[in-house]
């Protein structure tokens, strides 16, 4: 009965007693700890700057600030700004009638704060503070001079088809050098990352001496994977591994000979099993050696898209000079098509004079054939003209 009696006496004091005490301590404490404020603002303010100083260091390294230190910023700001609006209230508090009652509350709210911006302060030391940021994809190759011919619609939408269509997974685009591969397939590799067909889409170029070191490092650096591996086999064996994981779209540009997947790195014969693959290459052979399941041939410029395509380049307009147009013309013929001879000699003899324009027509009728197509001699002499 006794100890019942002792344990009922101490409950009440818990509810009777303490805020009494607490309450008297508050108001004693009011001086001492609206004191503290400004120091415990101080030093968050201090760790706060040092924190923005090494996002703005991770910045300019392109990295990605940890969403832990976002956030963490965010609620420094909050709690510094709370914290500016409490120090107005201490200052008016002691013209208050009820000076006394805004001291007690106030001093709870003081504790509060200083509390909770002592543990913002110890609660930043970040690991990891941020990261490598991925590279921007294919969003880094600009459009902005791409024109949508029309009579290349259709090998767009198909190349497009094929890569919804899972089981074409190696596809090649076949055509003359400067006819627009690369263009078309930076084009289509934007629209397949835009469209989410594929979780990464990557671009490598290949050229005539393919170096298997150089396609690993294109391939690993786009993907931000690092290789820890000093061998092309083991580059190809963690490669592949990474490739068999998520869905990877690589595009290979400038393909002239027939290239071993194995030896770099690309998950080969595995349908529907993540890879897919457009090789951009001259020759058909080319394609049909690395077994593409679907060959896509990319055709000269009609002759009007040709004639637009140079307007563009040579800066022809309504008011340029009537011969100017003749002699143009006849160049456009030359160029047979083949975009890079259209937009090359369009560059150059923009803002020449007709005699110029004249002088490059008749220096490309005389130029020597090269070693190439007898039917497409001019448009590639066109080039040697520059
Ligand atoms: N669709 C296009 N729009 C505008 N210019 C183009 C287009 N396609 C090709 N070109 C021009 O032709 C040049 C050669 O094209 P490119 O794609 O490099 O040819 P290929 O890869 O077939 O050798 C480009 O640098 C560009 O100036
Ligand atoms: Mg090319």
């Known amino acids: 009965m006794g100890d019942i009696v002792v344990s009922i006496v101490a409950k009440l004091a818990e509810y009777t007693v303490d805020p009494i005490l607490h309450h008297a301590r508050y108001l004693c404490c009011f001086n001492n700890i609206a004191g503290n404020l400004p120091n415990a603002k101080e030093e968050l303010e201090l760790t706060r700057n040092s924190v923005k100083e090494r996002v703005e260091e991770a910045i300019m390294r392109t990295e990605k600030i940890e969403p832990a230190v976002e956030k963490w910023l965010k609620d420094v700001e909050k709690v510094l700004e709370e914290v500016h609006m409490l120090q107005g209230r201490i200052s008016e508090v002691s013209k208050s009638y009820f000076r006394r009652q805004f001291q007690y509350f106030l001093t709870k709210e003081i504790a509060r704060k200083i509390?909770?911006?002592?543990?913002?302060?110890?609660?930043?030391?970040?690991?990891?503070?941020?990261k490598i940021a991925e590279l921007p994809g294919m969003k880094y190759y600009s459009s902005k001079d791409f024109v949508r011919f029309k009579s290349r619609e259709s090998t767009y939408e198909n190349l497009l088809e094929a890569l919804k269509d899972k089981s074409a997974c190696t596809i090649g685009l076949v055509g003359l050098g400067g006819s627009g591969k690369t263009t078309l397939a930076k084009e289509v590799g934007k629209k397949a990352e835009e469209l989410k067909l594929f979780e990464k889409v990557v671009m490598a170029t290949v050229s005539q001496t393919p170096n298997i070191k150089s396609i690993q490092m294109q391939i690993a650096d786009k993907l931000g994977l690092k290789f820890e591996e000093k061998t092309e086999e083991g580059r190809a064996q963690r490669l592949s591994e990474r490739l068999r994981t998520g869905t990877t779209l690589l595009i290979l540009d400038?393909?002239?000979?027939?290239?071993?997947?194995?030896?770099?790195?690309?998950?080969?014969?595995?349908?529907?099993?993540?890879?897919?693959?457009i090789l951009t290459t001259r020759s058909r052979e080319v394609c049909i050696s690395m077994q593409c399941q679907t060959i896509i041939e990319l055709n000269l410029l009609t002759g009007e898209e040709a004639w637009d395509l140079f307007k563009l380049n040579a800066n022809i307009t309504g008011e340029s000079p009537y011969v100017l147009k003749g002699v143009a013309t006849k160049i456009v013929d030359e160029c047979r098509g083949l975009p890079i001879a259209i937009v090359t000699v369009g560059s150059t003899l923009k803002g020449k004079t007709v005699k110029e324009w004249e002088l490059a027509l008749s220096r490309l009728k005389d130029s020597e054939p090269l070693d190439i197509p007898k039917g497409l001699r001019s448009p590639y002499a066109c080039l040697e003209l520059i």
């Open 115 to 130: 509390e909770k911006m002592a543990q913002l302060n110890h609660n930043s030391k970040f690991d990891p503070f941020s």
């Open 254 to 277: 400038d393909v002239w000979e027939k290239l071993e997947f194995e030896a770099i790195g690309i998950p080969y014969n595995e349908n529907n099993k993540g890879c897919g693959v």
